[in-house]
Every structure is written in C-alpha cells, then in structure tokens.
C-alpha cells in the first residue's frame, strides 16, 4: 500500500514542480511519533527556498486533497535536501560528478559497505569513486545510500 501511495504522490508531484522549475528529490510516506507524513524533498538550480516550499507545500496539499490518495489523517512536509542530498537516480550521478560523496552499499564491494571519495561519473549503471586506495566501481542495483559529502573546509565539490 505504501508503494502505491508513494508512486501517485511522484506521480501527482512532477508536473507541478516542473511547472516552477523543480525536481522531486525523494518522497517519504510513513509513521512517526507524531502520525504519518508525506515528506516532499525537492531542489532546483541554486537551491529552494522557504517560498518554493510554502509554493509546492500550497499546491500539493490542494491536489492530494483533490485526489484522495491517503485515507488516514498525515501531516505534508515539504523541505530542501541539504547539504548532504541524497542521491538517488542516474541524473543525480551525472549532476554532482566531481562532488565528494558518501555510499553505503547492501553487500560488500572490495571488502567494504561504506565508501566516501569523490565521484568521478556513472557508466552502464556503475558508479565510480575515486578513494583514498583507487578507483572503485559500484554497481547502482547495489547503492542501499548515497549522499553528498562536505569536506573539512565546507565544500562539497572538490578541487580538480
């Protein structure tokens, strides 16, 4: 049922970000201590702000509401990735090539779960990450978390 609901929520979301030149970054749908929250974490060139928030917030409440995807009470929260987004799809890995990042993986790559280093692209669904031993090569399938990383100085992206 969760699934469902997060597919239509996507699904329901992507045309009115796009409108106002948005991406959906993920979608959360779950119960925490205070109820269930549908969660919207979005971006767009040179970061959100608390008015493209209020916006998307304002917009999608009225068409959940029109829709009636969710029949238990839930509160939407709509927010920015951070410092530390997430990453999620191909486009994401060809986005933020030359970022540091931080991936943790289902099953051991190289004798490890966790990698940070930084990211040199994505090919035939492989991501590659330059690290302090080399270059690993990570199958996306097998990506459980991926994250930008800030480094010591507070950059993310690292120098060349």
């Known amino acids: 049922m969760s699934e469902e609901i997060l597919e239509r929520v996507r699904l329901l979301t992507d045309p009115i970000l796009s409108s106002v030149g948005m991406e959906l970054v993920d979608v959360q749908y ?4 205070r109820g269930w929250v549908v ?4 971006d767009k060139e040179g970061g959100v702000t608390l008015d493209d928030c209020t916006l998307v ?3 999608m409440g009225r068409a ?15 927010s920015s990735p951070g ?15 030359d970022h540091l990042i931080r991936v943790k993986t289902f099953s051991p790559v190289e004798n490890r779960r966790e990698f940070r280093g930084k990211l040199l692209g994505i090919a035939n669904n492989l991501i590659e990450i330059q690290v ?3 270059v690993v090569q990570i199958p996306l399938a097998n990506v459980a978390k991926a994250n930008l990383e800030m ?9 060349a």
């Open 83 to 97: 410092l530390d987004r997430p990453l999620k799809t191909e486009r994401d890995y060809l986005k933020y090539r």
């Open 64 to 78: 959940l509401d029109v829709e009636d995807l969710i029949s238990t009470p839930y509160t939407l929260e709509v």
């Open 57 to 59: 917030s304002r917009e």
């Open 132 to 134: 302090d031993e080399g």
């Open 30 to 33: 779950r119960r925490e201590a």
């Open 39 to 42: 969660r919207l974490i979005i």
């Open 151 to 159: 480094d010591p100085f507070g950059n993310a992206k690292t120098s």
